[in-house]
């Protein structure tokens, strides 16, 4: 997030400064008033990945939901494509002189596609929802043992107590955990909500044919409804992106919007005057992951060796066609990044060292790279680099479905790749990845002092300490090696050329619902 005042706390208090972003960084966002005279377009067809699961934001909502999730329900909420926070649900919000009590200030002209009233209440009831271990929610963790509770101190006040200090709080309330459903919807459909949502959104849900499409209606009650101009909108499930293309092409949908598409793909997009490519205003990033509890991964200089035989720029050029750029690390953006460092370079010569080390040629058993199926030009580049430094390295392919669900449960100690979108706060990822305690520390990382780096910088509102903090994690981690960074990249969508108003956030989700065609 960048500010306009500079370090929280310097000219201006820490709840002048909530403040003043709160009212002053709304400006160019859907939550704007429609200029006068706006019209209403028709139906905007959009593609996305065929990997949806939920349409509950607080249970197995998965990538490609989150796309529809953000037309149905709100957060209080947002950051622009910069990084920075602005109202939604909540007109304006404060943190108190302690640092343990964030007060939002709600609006009071809100209404649920169901009727019922949104108030401070409802927000007390859905962090309460994420909080019950018996609501099965995978960001209980987000919020456990940092928000002690939530009081409606009346309806449209809403005050959250924290156990300390809590910076991240904002980041974590934009994502998923914080879009408000309906209690009164909740009640009525139980376990079967996910297929029944109802939020506060510019837009109802009309229906969800499974692995085909989720059709959304304009919701003619919305608090700012004359900022919405698409009648309907339908998200098209495609698991292929030739498959979206060719439909784009043909005139069959107006956005694509999958991740990862082709290089070459998004390139000849590029020189054609009828469609519009909009890169994301962040980077998401890639890296070969290595389970570092598990032989022969648990040894430092071999994780090493593989970290500095990997040719990053032989990467980008060929795998990618020079789109996006060679990296070693994973802070690219935001007032936390370091301009003047860029991870480890491409060293053959000291990889061999490290190989040597390591010990590890004493009994040179192959190792086993685990591929994504779409990905094998790849993973075969990446083969040849380490065995380029004496490592035999064997592939095994495994479906997109499946690579991440097998890493998370520990099946995968050594795969390509990970991929990680960022965060409007650092901790977003920084915990969940390398934290010890984090909950998607799939490579099982520990490292004392990073954990230490980590809850300070999570633990005070100084910006200019928290990036230094920040900074010096980031080398430790990149140094240990439990990631090797290679790559990073905007995501693209691809639109016919009269779409307008479609916009990226800071964590590369699309926010369509000001869309039209």
Do not use: C
Not at 250 to 274: H, I, R, W
Not at 314 to 328: M, R
Not at 417 to 439: H, V
């Amino acid at each position: 997030m960048r500010t306009r005042s500079g370090r929280v706390g310097s000219r201006l208090t820490r709840r002048r400064f909530m403040a003043t972003v709160a009212g002053t960084l709304g400006a160019t966002t859907l939550y704007s008033r429609a200029p006068a005279g706006a019209q209403t377009k028709g139906t905007l067809r959009i593609a996305r990945g065929a990997n949806a699961r939920s349409l509950d934001p607080h249970i197995n909502a998965r990538l490609y939901d989150r796309l529809v999730l953000y037309t149905l329900y709100e957060p209080l909420i947002d950051a622009d494509d910069r990084g920075n926070f602005f109202p939604v649900l909540a007109r304006s919000w404060e943190v108190g002189s302690t640092g343990r009590v964030v007060t939002f200030h709600l609006r009071s002209d809100v209404v649920f596609h169901d009727g019922t009233p949104f108030t401070a209440d409802v927000v007390k009831y859905n962090i309460e929802r994420i909080l019950d271990p018996a609501t099965g929610s995978e960001h209980r963790a987000r919020f456990e043992g940092i928000i002690q509770g939530v009081r409606a101190a009346n309806a449209a006040t809403a005050q959250f107590y924290l156990t300390r200090p809590y910076p991240p709080l904002l980041s974590e309330l934009i994502d998923r955990p914080g879009l408000m459903v309906s209690p009164a919807a909740v009640r009525k459909y139980g376990k079967d909500f996910a297929r029944n949502p109802v939020g506060t959104g510019p837009f109802k849900f009309v229906e969800w044919i499974q692995g085909s499409r989720v059709t959304v209606q304009r919701n003619q009650r919305y608090w700012n409804v004359k900022a919405i101009r698409s009648e309907q909108m339908i998200f098209q499930d495609f698991p292929e992106p030739a498959v979206a293309d060719a439909q784009l092409r043909g005139g069959q949908v107006d956005v694509v919007t999958l991740e990862d598409l082709p290089a070459e793909d998004v390139l000849a997009f590029q020189k054609d005057s009828g469609y519009l490519v909009i890169p994301s205003p962040a980077y998401s990033w890639s890296a070969i992951q290595m389970k570092e509890d598990v032989p022969p991964f648990d040894n430092r200089d071999l994780r090493q060796a593989i970290m500095y035989a990997i040719d990053r720029e032989q990467i980008v050029k060929v795998i990618y066609h020079g789109l996006g750029k060679a990296t070693g690390k994973f802070f690219h953006e935001g007032w936390w990044a370091d301009p003047r460092y860029n991870g480890p370079a491409y060293n053959p010569d000291l990889a061999r060292q490290k190989l040597k080390a390591s010990g590890y040629l004493d009994r040179p058993a192959p190792l086993l790279l685990y591929v994504q199926s779409s990905t094998v030009p790849l993973g075969e580049m990446v083969q040849a680099q380490m065995q380029a430094i004496g490592l035999r390295v064997n592939i095994r392919l495994v479906s997109e479905r499946d690579l991440y669900p097998m890493v998370l449960r520990g099946e995968i100690p050594f795969s390509i790749p990970a991929t990680w979108t960022p965060r409007p706060d650092p901790n977003g990822l920084a915990y969940i990845l390398w934290d010890s305690r984090g909950y998607a520390n799939t490579s099982h990382y520990r490292n004392p002092q990073v954990d230490k780096l980590l809850d300070a910088a999570a633990a005070t509102y100084d910006r200019n300490e928290r990036a230094r903090l920040y900074r010096q994690a980031e080398r430790l981690i990149v140094d240990d090696a439990s990631y090797v960074f290679y790559y990073a990249s905007p995501d693209y969508a691809i639109m016919r050329r009269g779409v307008q108003g479609f916009r990226y956030g800071f964590d590369l989700i699309p926010r369509v619902a000001g869309a039209w065609m």
